[in-house]
């Protein structure tokens, strides 16, 4: 019976492998998504035969049927209910779940020895109690963590009906702070190891965890969630494979490494997108202090006649989404927009993606994907910047942080940030409700510039007016 069990979870991880393969390119990411699902399928299937096959079986099969049926119920409500511009929150939310889910089990192994069980001797008991330690660690502050970076995704949260707004705070001492509850944690579970079934330092090593998560996310600004988002991904799967050692299950800690590893990789990713590194992330609060910048200047806005006009003629165009484009669910709009100039003018029309575009990596290929915009298309921030100064138009539909000229200096909360060179083209369209600042609380000077015109209003109308005056040229 064995070698049935390693052959079914060897079957689950190597769809997991190529489940992560596939989810490299936008085209196959669908195909790479029902891959995972299925291979965390047939390892819980595994999961449960080998513990039906064991000595005494299945003892409530209540309580398994019941678990599946009722968290599939809530993933299946939450996917289908929530709306594009609500998806970073809920894969942060995700990401709170799973790290708890392994420290949950984490501590139900170690409460049995408390409850009397036969504890480990020698090297086991040391594997084991370290293991359930850092579970505990990464599992509870992924928890914390995550749930404060889906309330400051949100903007806050509403209580007794009145919107507080979630804080961004930093003072000089907060950082020492972090370093000692990670080395309280650290003599804790060695202190634990003396002593398993003392309940005293499994709890404290609870809380610390807990209070860690709030203190690591609560001084990271608005203009870093994407990498907050990917880096509390990568410590959901590093908390389910230190789970997976614990209760020695080969297929939970395959799982939770590709989780841990594709995540952090996502993350020195999304920093290198930022010109930041990981420790300045995490401890110097760059991304935005909360504070915003307040709008001095004034622009005149024009009308989508003026704008139709303007592009009747151009050859090139590259539109540059942003979180405007899916708080106002425009995508659609945006391709026919797209599809209307190139067969009517003969333009060529191209997509700047920023890799922090929105509020989670990936975030606009998603939203032009559901539009059915082509992969071609879509072209990466390092690849077309190049091609702005041979742009006509360049429209800008939601984009604030990642097309601010103020990232090239060397101040504020966007400095050294890449950005898309959307000022190097002939004309610029910029399509906002209004001249506020973006998520990193900086003015933007892209929007006073001569060469710009602004349209005043919501993206999903103002495209349907634009979509309407290049349908009557």
């Known amino acids: 019976m064995e070698d049935w069990v390693a052959l079914g979870y060897l079957l689950s991880a190597a769809l997991f492998i190529f489940g992560l393969k596939k989810l490299g390119h936008p085209r196959t990411a669908p195909f790479g998504n029902q891959l995972g699902a299925l291979g965390m399928l047939v390892a819980v299937i595994t999961t449960v035969l080998d513990m039906q096959l064991s000595d005494g079986g299945v003892v409530d099969w209540t309580l398994i049927v019941a678990g599946v049926a009722l968290g599939s119920l809530i993933g299946y409500v939450m996917a289908v209910r929530v709306q594009m511009t609500g998806m970073p929150e809920l894969v942060a939310l995700f990401n709170g779940f799973g790290g708890a889910a392994s420290a949950l089990v984490a501590l139900s192994e170690i409460q049995k020895y408390i409850d009397g069980g036969t504890v480990p001797t020698g090297l086991e008991l040391t594997v ?17 963590g995550s749930l404060l970076a889906m309330y400051k995704l949100k903007g806050g949260v509403s209580v007794f009906g009145k919107w507080i707004k979630t804080p961004t705070w930093g003072p000089p001492w907060l950082n020492p702070v972090k370093v000692m509850l990670v080395i309280a944690v650290a003599v804790l579970i060695y202190l634990s190891i003396d002593d ?35 880096l509390l991904n990568s410590l959901s799967g590093i908390a389910a494979a230190f789970t997976g050692f614990i209760i020695g299950n080969s297929a939970l800690i395959i799982a939770g490494s590709l989780v841990g590893a594709s995540g952090l990789i996502l993350t020195f990713i999304m920093c290198k997108a930022m010109n930041r590194t990981l ?23 024009s009308d989508a006649d003026e704008v139709a006009m303007m592009i009747d003629g151009a050859q090139k165009v590259i539109i540059v989404p942003g979180y405007g484009m899916a708080v106002s669910q425009c995508q659609h709009q945006v391709k026919e927009f797209a599809d209307l100039i190139s067969d009517k003018f003969d333009t060529e029309v191209k997509y700047a993606i920023h890799p922090v575009a929105g509020r989670m990596p990936g975030h606009m290929n998603v939203l032009l994907a559901e539009a059915n915009v082509p992969y071609e298309q879509l072209i990466e921030m390092d ?24 990232a090239r200096s060397g101040e504020g909360p966007l400095a050294g940030m890449p950005i898309i060179d959307a000022d190097a083209a002939r004309t610029v369209v910029i399509i906002k409700r209004s001249l506020s ?25 103002m495209m349907t007016g634009l979509n309407n005056a290049i349908k009557e040229i």
Not at 128 to 144: D, K
Not at 437 to 461: C, H, I, P, Q, S
Request: hydrophobic letters at 45%.
């Open 128 to 144: 084991t109690m370290i293991a359930a330690g850092l579970s505990a660690l990464v599992g509870w502050m992924t928890l914390t």
């Open 196 to 230: 398993p079934t003392n309940t005293t330092y499994l709890w404290s090593i609870i809380g610390i965890s807990c209070l860690l998560g709030i203190v690591l996310v609560l001084p990271i600004g608005g203009a870093d969630m994407p990498v907050v988002v990917s």
């Open 279 to 301: 420790a300045d992330v995490l401890f110097k609060s760059f991304g935005g202090s909360g504070e915003k910048q307040s709008l001095t200047r004034t622009k005149v806005g």
């Open 383 to 406: 690849e077309i910047n190049s091609e702005f100064p041979e742009c006509d138009v360049a429209i800008v539909i939601g984009a604030n942080d990642t097309t601010n000229p103020a």
């Open 437 to 461: 600042v973006g998520y990193a609380g900086v003015d933007n000077d892209l929007f006073y510039m001569d060469k710009t015109m602004m349209l005043f209003g919501d993206g999903k109308a």
